[in-house]
């Protein structure tokens, strides 16, 4: 029984948690996005419920990958030049948590 709540407070401690919807909301992002499951309606970018879905992100342009996913949160123009999606400095382990999140948008 020990080695079973043992087991279990490992794997807990294991699972990664996914604070996506905090740190939407920390950068600000449904200042231009409507977000399932985050507070806030921007209207001035695409709506992003299922998006974890679709077979491309920004437009079309770029093919919908975790990494290119995490990677366009991160800096927008590396994928997509002509984005008017502004780069907001997101830290790489922070775009890739983001990432997560909207992956499960289906």
Known sequence: MLALGITLLFL???????RGPQLIEQYGCTTCHTIPGVEGHGAIGPRLEGIGARPAISNGK??????????FIHEPASLNPSSSMPALN???ADAQEIAEYLRTLK
């Open 12 to 18: 807990a401690a294991c699972k990664k948690s996914n």
């Open 62 to 71: 770029v093919p919908n990958t975790p990494e290119n996913m995490a990677k």
């Open 90 to 92: 997101i830290p790489d």
